[in-house]
Each structure stands twice: as C-alpha cells, then as structure tokens.
C-alpha cells in the first residue's frame, strides 16, 4: 500500500462493534493499563481518536466516582472548599453541587443541560 493511500481502518476493523466492544472492556481494565492504551494508540493511529476518547471517558468516569465515594465522607465545609478548587471543572463541581443539594433535602436536582 502506498502512502498516499493510507488504509482506512474504519472500514474493517474500528468499526462501531469494535468500539462498543473496546468500551466493555475497558471498564474491567487498569487506569494504568488504560493510560498505556491511550499513548499506543495516540502513537499507532492518531487519524482515529474515537479508540482513544473510549479510554479518555472511561479514565473520567472513574475519577468522578471516585469523586463522588470521596465526598460522601466529607463535611459540608470540605465540599464548599471543593467547589471552589473544582470551580474550572464543570464535571467534578456538578458532582459536588449534587452532593450539597441531597444534603440539603432537594426533592428535585435541576439538570444543568437544560433538558428535562
């Protein structure tokens, strides 16, 4: 194959059943495991960001779990003082917003998409 005509590896091989199939897996995979992936592929295959966002948004899923395990044992002064370190992290803050609002007996949480 010549360089002009570089393969497209959407076609037989990163297909959508392909990247469903990398998510499953990744979510029984090691952050370290994970991070090493996403500098492979980064390297391999830069022309396919799909396969390595998979892993990005997995590494992020869990870090706001782990967010999420984290705040239930703190203070609402340790949260307050987490909203403000989080403030440029709109993922993390709402994590903490949520926490504060269920503290605080919300009977509903507002969704900051705008959806409803």
Do not use: C
């Amino acid at each position: 194959m010549t360089p002009e005509k570089k393969e497209n590896l959407r076609e037989y091989y990163i297909t959508p059943f392909y990247l469903k199939t990398m998510s499953g897996r990744a979510r029984i995979w090691s952050d370290d495991f994970i991070k090493e992936q996403i500098t492979v592929f980064k390297e391999t295959i830069p022309d396919y960001p799909e396969v390595f966002e998979i892993l990005e948004n997995e590494l992020h899923r869990r870090e706001l779990n782990r967010l999420s395990q984290t705040i239930r044992k703190s203070s609402i002064e340790k949260l307050n003082a987490l909203l403000i370190e989080f403030n440029g992290h709109p993922d993390f803050k709402q994590v903490i917003e949520v926490e504060l609002a269920i503290r605080k007996g919300a009977k509903h949480l507002n969704d900051p998409s705008g959806e409803t």
